[in-house]
């Protein structure tokens, strides 16, 4: 796939609850274990690698995800994936003043395994907000709080979607 062929979206200026249909997929990587630890707020890490020709400007979506990891509690028993409501940030974490932007998927459910290597497929379905600096960790965990709140009052919205996923 050649980067000339994909829609570079990162000049278009989206509002809060825009919607959209942008799918993506890549291998779950480690981060630096601020989601969870720090800011209670787990997320897997998408390899940068696998996005190399995803143009979306920074920003948090709403959308959702599943993982690809056959034998385990994200599939069924026919081995389906499973479809999780999820949170998304892309772009840098300007908090932590990173210069790399990345790709962070909360799936907002309670889950007790890892799913490092596995294969996670997301669709955003809106926009939330842009990236902003806050002005401390409690000002980014209030945030993150705010985010999927949004996010979840959003997929609220789509009647046919949530029989795919519990809550």
Known sequence: MSGSSTPDLRSKKFLRGDEMQIFFAGEVIHGLGRGSKRLGCPTANINPKDLEYFRLPEGVFYGLASVNKPGSE????????????AVMSVG??????????????????????DFYGARLTVVILGFVREMT?????????DMINDDKK??????????????????
């Open 150 to 167: 949004f996010s979840r009052d959003q997929l609220a919205r789509y009647e046919d979607i949530q029989e795919l996923y519990t809550h």
């Open 133 to 141: 600096r806050p002005t401390s960790e409690q000002h980014l965990i």
């Open 92 to 113: 840098r974490n300007l908090i932590y003043d990173a210069e790399q932007v990345s790709f962070e998927v909360h799936l907002m459910t309670d889950f007790s395994e």
């Open 74 to 85: 994200f599939t069924d028993q026919s081995q389906s994936c499973r479809v999780y409501p």
